[in-house]
């Protein structure tokens, strides 16, 4: 059983920035990809970015150029820089982690609020 912990997450003012980390815990366990998710209220979960274990970043279109997804493979941690936010990055997020075998982990979600 892996575990996910996330920190990171406030009250931050339009056009500031917030570091988001998420570490990674358990037995036995190699992860293929982590990413980071987001919900807004009445919203559905939606793909921020992701990084596999040895390939490149992907990013939603809403964040590329102002969000950075980074991980540590022999840490297990996975982080999001954001940059330049918004109101409507206001969310509940979410870190996700994807073993090799192909079991799905999520954190307990940490909430960003970005208003003035």
């Known amino acids: 059983q892996v575990q996910l912990v996330e920190s990171g997450g406030g009250l931050v003012q339009p056009g500031g920035s917030l570091r988001l980390s998420c570490r990674a815990s358990g037995p036995g366990f190699i992860i293929d990809t982590m990413a980071w998710y987001r919900q807004a209220a009445g919203k559905e979960r939606e793909l921020v970015a992701l990084r596999p274990r040895g390939g490149s970043a992907n990013y939603a279109d809403s964040v590329r150029g102002r969000f950075t997804i980074s991980r540590d493979n022999a840490r297990n941690t996975v982080s999001l820089q954001m940059n330049s936010l918004k109101p409507e990055d206001t969310a509940i997020y979410y870190c996700?982690?994807?073993?090799?075998?192909?079991?799905?982990?999520w954190g307990q979600g940490t909430p960003v609020t970005v208003s003035s």
């Open positions: 996700n982690a994807k073993t090799i075998q192909g079991h799905d982990y």
